[in-house]
């Protein structure tokens, strides 16, 4: 999925997204949009500096950064153009789920 804002979500990306959304909605749809809301203008701000993240070489040895956005991690290709977000996880998943996740992503 591309926008016209400068990053591309990778289809389980924008699937994470989603499911976020979903479970979040179950119990509160205001607060279900308010956090996918975030997570969107958090992505929006890595397009300008898309550097801005940290490595997590114990996840990926892939050239991905990592962006927080409340309990969220933000898997991103820094380089990509148009920035290219890979995955959007709880950041309280297993390690190795989410490292499994990622290599999946390729």
């Known amino acids: 999925m591309t926008y016209n804002q400068g990053f591309e ?14 479970f979040i909605a179950d ?12 997570i969107m203008e958090a992505i ?20 991905l950064l990592f962006q927080t956005v409340r309990s969220y991690l933000i ?10 977000v890979v ?4 950041g309280r998943r297993s390690p190795r789920v989410i490292a499994v996740i990622l290599q999946g992503r390729e």
């Open 44 to 63: 929006r701000k890595l397009v300008p500096f898309p550097h801005q993240g940290h490595h997590r070489t114990e996840l990926t040895s892939r050239p």
């Open 9 to 22: 979500l990778h289809p389980g990306a924008a699937s994470d997204i989603t499911s976020i959304w979903e």
């Open 27 to 38: 119990e509160s749809l205001q607060a279900a949009g308010r956090v996918r809301g975030d």
């Open 87 to 90: 995955a959007v996880l709880h």
């Open 75 to 84: 898997a991103y290709a820094p380089d990509a153009k148009p920035l290219l």
